[in-house]
């Protein structure tokens, strides 16, 4: 599965509502006080009716880089299947962020391209310095994810919450990494083939049988 970030329109906050109203989705944010209109604590679930759209695309899109919001749509038809924020602390360039991936499509490698879709958008276009996030130390899944994607697990704050961050720098250099992991890869297994091809007694590098055999 490949995502992409995509920004909405106002109508199409039909699926941010969607998302706002699964249980399921939304059982991460259960059990607080929280201050949010609409906010159900049984559940986590946040009520988002239509009427409250215009005011919140206002304040979210367009409003980079002090802010930013996007779904993450699946490439190969379009779906959505979560979405992702940031928000910069006043007067700094570090921002803290969100990624929620519905439900019906975790365990797919969703949150891993989210998180690096993110921080593309956040710490190389817009040119953040940092993004922060915070979240239960029960949430496992969410921690082993934003420590592939480059997180640095923060010392302790005594609040019983895990903070992480990503530096520019860091997810930088952790391209860099990938990239060249890439190329060694594909440059041995161009040498593979080569050996393959060179010690085949016909001489005919075009037969499938043995290509298949090497390609695995």
Known sequence: MSLTLHIPSLEELSYREKLLSQPETMAY?????????????????IAFPR???????????GAEPER???????EEDGVFVGDVNFHCRPGEKIADMGV?????????????????????RALIRDGLEALHNVFEPERTAALRAHLRAG???????????VHLLLTRERFKNGKNVKKQANLLT?????AILFITFAGRKDGNPCRRSNLSKTSI
């Open 29 to 45: 944010n259960r059990g607080y006080d929280l201050p949010f209109e609409g906010y159900d604590r049984t559940t986590g679930c």
């Open 51 to 61: 009427e409250k759209w215009a005011e919140w695309y206002s304040r979210w899109i």
């Open 100 to 120: 929620v991936i519905e439900a019906a499509h975790r365990g797919k490698g969703c949150a891993a391209q989210a998180l690096e879709l993110l921080a593309e």
């Open 186 to 190: 594909s440059q041995i297994g161009g």
């Open 151 to 161: 997180f640095e697990r923060r010392p302790d704050c005594g609040d019983g919450f």
């Open 68 to 74: 930013f919001y996007a779904y993450l749509r699946r």
